[in-house]
């Protein structure tokens, strides 16, 4: 296991007031500029410009049908954009294919193979690698150890998912996105499916693995406490467009628009 997912790394105070890994003093992580989506004439993002730091954890926060997942699609390679550019750590990720992006993307439905034990489906995505990029058996079972550690779900690698809650299937999937090491985290609607109290608990530990790991995380949620208490910053969408961006005290303080306000309240 490397030491970036394996043990805590150093990490100072964000403006949001939430703890921020040392990266993020560098450049952008992810650079979006003139982004659009349309499907025939219908506009689903509409010029979207945005910059995530290094190691900072935003939200998009938004009704139904305000992009949010579109966005997140096109960040991860799932979707292409009608227009418009995004850059990974400098480079045109409209170049790269989607294991070439290095991005790991947490589903809402976890999307579990249900076939597979839990340790296979962490590793699926480092056995599926070529040959001359795969680690060896042995790291493999190593990383996959270390990261049902930091689920908080040790001894777990045998069983199934139907054998598991729903909280910790969340888990294993998110363990499955941090085993390929990306350079970028994208969980739309991560607790969507959880029940209301599951989904409080998993908001602190959430935020913990994201302080621990230091990786760009960028997460969709239409719960605006589950934004407000995470995120290092808010982006709030609305037909498309993003109406609002900043740390959460600020969006609740000074909202910017009369949707944000209305949204807020």
Excluded at 186 to 198: C, S, W
Excluded at 201 to 225: N, Y
Excluded at 251 to 257: G, L, Q
């Amino acid at each position: 296991m490397t030491a970036d997912l394996a043990a805590p790394v150093a990490v100072a105070a964000g403006e949001g007031g939430h703890a921020r890994a040392p990266e993020a003093r560098r450049a952008h992580s992810i650079a979006v500029r003139g982004l659009t989506r349309t499907y025939g004439a219908q506009v689903i993002l509409d010029r979207i410009d945005l910059d995530v730091a290094p190691g900072e954890l935003l939200a998009l926060l938004g009704p139904s049908g305000s992009g949010k997942t579109t966005l997140l699609r096109l960040l991860a390679g799932l979707d292409a954009a009608s227009s418009g550019a995004i850059h990974l750590d400098g480079e045109d990720a409209g170049r790269l294919t989607v294991q070439e992006r290095r991005v790991g993307f947490v589903f809402q439905s976890y999307a579990l193979f249900r076939h597979m034990t839990v340790f296979d489906n962490i590793a699926y995505g480092l056995t599926v690698r070529p040959r001359r990029l795969r680690p060896s058996r042995a790291e493999i079972a190593s990383r996959v150890a270390d990261l049902l550690d930091m689920m908080q779900l040790p001894g777990f690698g045998p069983r199934y998912p139907a054998q598991l809650s729903g909280g910790q299937r969340q888990r294993v999937a998110l363990a499955r996105a941090l085993a390929i090491e990306p350079r970028v985290l994208l969980l739309d609607e991560p607790f969507g499916a959880l029940d209301a109290k599951v989904r409080k608990d998993l908001r602190k530990w959430l935020r913990d693995i994201h302080d621990r790991t230091g990786l760009t995380t960028v997460f969709v949620t239409h719960d605006q406490a589950e934004a407000m208490e995470v995120a290092d910053r808010v982006a709030i969408l609305n037909a498309g467009r993003i109406e609002q961006i900043g740390p959460p005290g600020r969006i609740r303080e000074r909202p910017a628009t009369d949707f944000v306000r209305a949204f807020l309240d």
